[in-house]
């Protein structure tokens, strides 16, 4: 497929030609397929349209997920991620209420599909840290807390031969659930305050051969007043391995670790 050229890349549709990014490439190809006015208004398109508007649904709900922890997720994932965590909002969506390409996009739904998504397809946390949160939340749902009562080298899978300590992180998204509004053809969220928001905590690094006990990390929303009961919390979960030259600590690039461990 023939790049773009020029300083200025483009991203959409122009002239019956498609501009957008593969793998770090800008591409240009000849546009095919019936047009979005086509879509949104020939009865003939009605399950397209429907599907259409349930995954701008999903690509939203997947954003609002990714937003208030992108560093955490830029640190952790693979180049599938987006579209991964897409494809599972699509999923959630399919399961709320209302009709086809209007149903409500809720994690609260189906919260067993998002439960152990991994930021890196290859990478399970399980076959690197086996010690398991414990993990509990109060004040109306703003603090949450994940205690992990006793860590020791057993539970280290696949230590990286330079690593000399590990560092645990939590992360938390809040996430609105969203609607379609009809006259806008478009989903919204219901407590826009309520979402796109998110924060990361780390422990301090740890020896990797001496036993741990009593490991806290806290996590507390940016909402300053209860949560409201249309937002789920996404809790995230993971390790890496670090290496000490001297005063210094380097996180090793290629034993990060992390994934949803549970919605409250």
Not at 102 to 110: I, M, P, Q, V, Y
Not at 210 to 238: C, D
Not at 255 to 264: F, G, P
Request: with cysteine; net charge positive.
């Amino acid at each position: 497929m023939p790049k773009q050229k020029g300083i200025i890349k483009l991203k959409g549709t122009l002239n019956g030609v498609c501009y957008y990014p593969l793998k770090g490439v800008y591409i240009k190809r000849k546009a095919t397929g019936p047009s979005r006015e086509r879509i949104y208004n020939d009865p003939a398109f009605k399950t397209v349209k429907a599907n259409t508007q349930e995954f701008g649904g999903a690509s939203k709900l997947s954003k609002a997920i990714r937003t208030g922890i992108l560093e955490t997720t830029k640190q952790f994932q693979d180049p599938t991620m987006s579209s991964r965590l897409t494809g599972t909002c699509y999923n959630i969506i399919q399961e709320g209420s209302g009709i086809p390409g209007k149903r409500e996009a809720n994690l609260a739904n189906n919260p067993q599909a998002l439960i152990g998504f991994k930021f890196n397809k290859n990478l399970a946390l399980d076959n690197i840290y086996t010690a398991k949160p414990i993990i509990t939340n109060k004040k109306n749902r703003r603090i949450i807390t994940l205690n992990i009562p006793e860590s020791s080298k057993k539970n280290l899978k696949k230590i990286p031969k330079t690593a000399t300590h590990f560092q645990l992180i939590a992360a938390l998204s809040v996430v609105s659930g969203y609607k379609c509004r009809p006259n806008q053809k478009a989903y919204r969220p219901i407590t826009p305050k309520h979402n796109a928001l998110g924060t990361t905590q780390k422990t301090q690094p740890l020896l990797c051969k001496i036993e741990h006990k009593n490991l806290q990390i806290t996590l507390e929303t940016p909402v300053k007043t209860a949560v409201s009961k249309h937002a789920s919390l996404v809790v995230w979960f993971g390790i890496q391995f670090i290496k000490q030259e001297g005063k210094q600590y380097y996180s090793l690039k290629n034993s990060k670790v992390m994934q949803c461990v549970t919605l409250l």
